[in-house]
């Protein structure tokens, strides 16, 4: 059985609190679990793998919010007035990051994540309520706004990013 | 007092950063890195008080660059700030001689009461 599909009602429930908790204390503002959809149109999205290694398989981390909101982290987290597309891609990879390892540490005993990677795109569809490929889906309100996380069981992982192995060259002694 | 705050992140530094300043450790010179072969370039060059550094990063992760500075004969205070907390890596944290580690999201009592007794005010 897989770690990233089949969860239970607490399994969810902990991935509302992630969710909450990220975004209330990145900007500290309330964050509260919502069943209302993301809404459609211009999104800042960030993903990230994560490799459960006891089960040798793979699942995807996305993190979603408006643009609108995004201006607003992206200001917030970097102290900074009116920030560009750089700096709400940064923002929401870095948002993206806590929550990915959050969730790692929530489903897996023995796994690693890959870098995040993100991008503003135009989103036209809803995510469906009841998905066929496993997916689960749980969003937050903040400052108004729904924010979503999703774990996608079977999302391809091959463009992303992951870090170096430990290499025994830099646990050389320096002479 | 120097800190060396290591995060591919330029988001997650400055987060750092204010957090420091929030737990009251604002006077001290911040020095920043972008991954832990850089932190470890910095940290040899300005032999910081304290390290800061993210566990996930491009070029050499963090556990990567705590072993090379141990290894280097370094026992600078090392802490880690990830998001991830599990036993699994808090061992390894532990093994490799890391102070302490701060899991994302943080507040700043949590640097306050985890730093207090590294950090002056």
């Not at chain 2, 490799?96 to 007794?117: E, W």
Request: charged share 25%.
């Amino acid at each position: 059985m897989s770690v990233f599909t089949e969860l239970d009602d607490d399994v969810r429930e902990e991935l509302g609190v992630i969710i909450t908790d990220v975004f209330a204390s990145v900007l500290r503002e309330e964050a509260i679990v919502t069943v209302n959809q993301l809404p459609v149109g211009p999104v800042a999205l960030a993903r990230l793998a994560v490799h459960d290694m006891d089960g040798d398989e793979y699942a995807t981390v996305e993190v979603r919010v408006g643009v609108g909101l995004a201006r607003v982290m992206a200001a917030r987290m970097m102290s900074i007035s009116s920030p560009g597309p750089e700096d709400m891609v940064d923002s929401i990879a870095e948002i993206s990051n806590i929550a990915g390892g959050n969730v790692k540490t929530l489903l897996c005993h023995h796994a690693r994540l890959s870098l995040p990677k993100a991008q503003i795109i135009d989103d036209e569809r809803f995510a469906e309520a009841e998905p066929a490929d496993g997916s689960t889906y749980v969003r937050a309100i903040v400052l108004g706004h729904v924010v979503q996380l999703a774990l996608h069981p079977h999302a391809p992982v091959a463009d992303l990013l992951w870090p170096p192995e430990t290499s025994d060259a830099t646990l050389e002694p320096t002479p | 007092m120097k800190i060396l705050v290591t995060d591919d992140s330029a988001v997650m530094r400055k987060i750092v950063i204010r957090t420091m300043r929030q737990a009251g450790f604002g006077k001290h010179e911040i020095l920043e890195a972008e991954n832990g072969r850089q932190g470890l370039e910095i940290a040899q060059a300005e032999s910081p008080d304290l390290i800061l550094s993210d566990w996930n990063m491009p070029e050499m992760t963090g556990i990567e660059f705590l072993r090379a500075l141990r290894a280097s004969g370094s026992t600078t205070p090392f802490c880690f700030v990830t998001s991830e907390g599990s036993d699994e890596m808090k061992e390894q944290a532990d093994a490799a001689g890391a102070l302490a580690l701060i899991v994302k999201p943080f507040t700043a009592d949590t640097f306050s009461d985890t730093l207090g007794t590294v950090v002056s005010a």
